[in-house]
């Protein structure tokens, strides 16, 4: 992410306006077809960036790009952020209001690397006993990489749990060289 402060010193304020005039999904909808726009059109960031291009005609090409109208918090913010010049974080905002939704709903993405497939019935094991550690619903994605050898490497947030072979093979032969 580019500067994940400034990105959410924004976004959070747009985030609690949506949770406290209930319209979470219509305002993460609108956040999320921005990044999609962003996607589909690679040259929609070089236009904003232009400093002879006024604001309000960067706004009307926004508006024009929307199947529908956006809501007032949503035009503020695109409109504060435009003002301000940061618009460098647009396309990084649905990652970060996504962030907070998931914390809102006590959410956690975990990723878990393995080097077989985990049978559903340690998949259901594994999720229990992180949601039991975390106290959070846990979205498990799971990776199958050979590579791994054995075990299982843990991924969350920026936590990560490294209990494959690969990895402790690796340690024994660190410890083993000359210091």
């Known amino acids: 992410m580019k500067n994940e402060a400034l990105i959410r010193t924004y976004t959070r304020p747009l985030f609690d306006l ?14 999320k077809m921005l990044a999609d726009l962003y996607q589909q059109v690679p040259t929609l960031a070089e236009y904003l960036d232009r400093s002879n291009i006024p604001r309000d005609k960067k706004i009307e090409l926004l508006k024009q790009a929307f199947a529908k109208p956006w809501s007032p918090f949503f035009a503020n913010f695109l409109d504060l952020i435009l003002r301000k010049g940061r618009q460098e974080i647009l396309p990084e905002a649905w990652g970060t209001f996504e962030q907070f939704w998931d914390d809102y709903n006590q959410k956690l993405d975990v990723t878990v690397t393995t080097a077989v497939e985990l049978m559903p019935q340690q998949r259901a094991a594994l999720e229990q006993k992180l949601a039991a550690k975390t106290g959070k619903k846990i979205s498990l994605k799971s990776l199958l990489d050979p590579a791994v050898l054995g075990g299982i490497r843990i991924q969350i947030g920026n936590h990560l749990v490294d209990a494959t072979v690969i990895n402790m093979l690796s340690g024994m032969k660190q410890a083993l060289l000359p210091r």
């Open 18 to 31: 949506a949770v406290e005039s209930h319209q979470l999904d219509a305002i993460g909808a609108e956040v």
